[in-house]
DNA sequence: TACACCAAGTGACTATTGTCACAGTCAGGC
DNA sequence: GCCTGACTGTGACAATAGTCACTTGGTGTA
């Protein structure tokens, strides 16, 4: 892949929107460019951590496996994303794994790349700064739902975090099996499906074919800010 | 307060122990001090977020109110504590509340500060990215605890982390009520309380005048990670 | 001392959600 | 076409934890 268009793909995300053409010239120069297949992993839990990734297409799974076994999804993520910054900066292990959930490519940077490049450009450590200050909200934005809301309320809140803003029929960024949903929302397969086919008797959703699309909006946003 | 006395405060704190001189020179100089008293809100949720703090004395309980009303408690700060910086870093409302559980003192810092100190200390950039790498790491944990595991595994785990390393007797950093105990490990006060009795029976924990101790750290560390 | 107040302890009941078991459905490949 | 496997739908039941209501105990104050 030539450099002029990664450094379009680049420029094209939120992140590095902002960067001027020194900066994207030394993500690419020093940057590594990786493919992976569906269900490869770009990042595996308990490694130590040595590289940050910045994806550059397709989209990708952060998950957790707790010592109990139990799966925890953490989030998806879209191409333009940082990923793999917290155990880079602070040299533990990585936290999460993240899986593709289609053909995806990203850009590797490793740790020495990185420090020379922070160095280098002092607008990248302000970027990463809000990167992971967003990171922060969205966690306990999670938190917040697992803790103080019931089910429904929850379910609401992770398919409004998977709608799409302009989305033509209510259609969601990934088509989730209900099991991932579950997964996602921190419920069982068999709940999830309750709780869709109650909403699509009011049509609140519709479920067809395996995917979940929006058909109320409102009603939803209601419910998830409903008091139980 | 002299500067030499806020700065040895601040020397004495993991984040700042690295700081050089001209470093802590400038955060004095450029920083506001105030006092607060028990109860008081370092922070107010829903505040727009324009500036960070320093925590220098005092202890303080970060927590949100979901919009049902619901009380969760996010995390018990220390001296040398950075508070606020999310809201500052991204522009956004205040997520969370910080209140004073004891007198409290703190170093406010302004964002046009905050501008000025990270432009001239290239390092300051690095070491907040850390701090935020940790908390990422704080929130992830949470969560995980939150889904995977059952109240009593759950409140283990959050009785370790209010647990000083090499405490005599098991004295934890903070003697909260049962109460708040719940609000922190995401469980009612009763429950705290039978799932306490439990414990007390097998000489795990001791409860007495409403002071948690824990008597065995090992076991509680089993159960912490148990299956269920 | 007596009162008030707040934290803690406890029993009974309820609600929510998970688990298990199994049946139906749909798509792709041989 | 039909077989396979993965996803989906649904009933019955179990378990975990919350809620309510009340008692007990301890501390500070008039």
Same mark, same amino acid.
């Given at each position: ?53 910045? =994806? &550059?297409? +397709?989209?990708? %799974? *952060?998950?957790? #496996? ?7 999804? $953490? ?12 155990? =880079? &900066?602070? +040299?533990?292990? %990585? *936290?999460?794994? #993240? ?7 990203? $850009? ?18 302000? %970027?990463?700064?809000? #990167? ?31 709608? #799409? ?64």
């Amino acid at each position: 892949m030539k450099a002029e268009e990664l450094a379009g793909i680049l420029a094209e995300h939120s992140l590095f929107a902002d960067c001027d053409e020194a900066e994207l010239a030394d993500l690419i120069l020093r940057g590594h460019f990786v493919q992976y297949e569906k269900g490869d992993d770009l990042i595996m839990q308990g490694d130590p951590g040595n590289s940050l990734l910045i =994806l &550059l297409s +397709g989209n990708a %799974r *952060t998950s957790m #496996v707790a010592s109990n076994g139990h799966e925890i999804v $953490l989030d998806y993520a879209e191409p333009g994303q940082v990923l793999g910054e917290i155990a =880079l &900066l602070d +040299g533990g292990e %990585r *936290t999460a794994s #993240v899986t593709a959930i289609e053909p995806t490519t990203a $850009l590797t940077i490793t740790r020495v790349a990185f420090e020379d490049i922070l160095k280098n450009h002092k607008n990248m450590a302000l %970027r990463l700064l809000k #990167v992971m200050a967003n990171r922060i909200r969205t966690a306990n934005t999670m938190i917040e739902g697992d803790r103080a809301y019931t089910s429904g309320p929850r379910l609401a809140r992770y398919l409004l975090r998977l709608s #799409v803003v302009g989305a033509e029929e209510g259609r969601l960024k990934l088509d989730l099996s209900q099991s991932e949903l579950g997964n996602f929302a921190g419920m069982s397969r068999e709940h999830i499906n309750r709780q869709l086919s109650t909403w699509s008797e009011d049509d609140i959703v519709s479920v067809e074919s395996g995917k979940v699309r929006i058909l109320n909006h409102a009603v939803l946003s209601n419910i998830a800010n409903a008091d139980s």
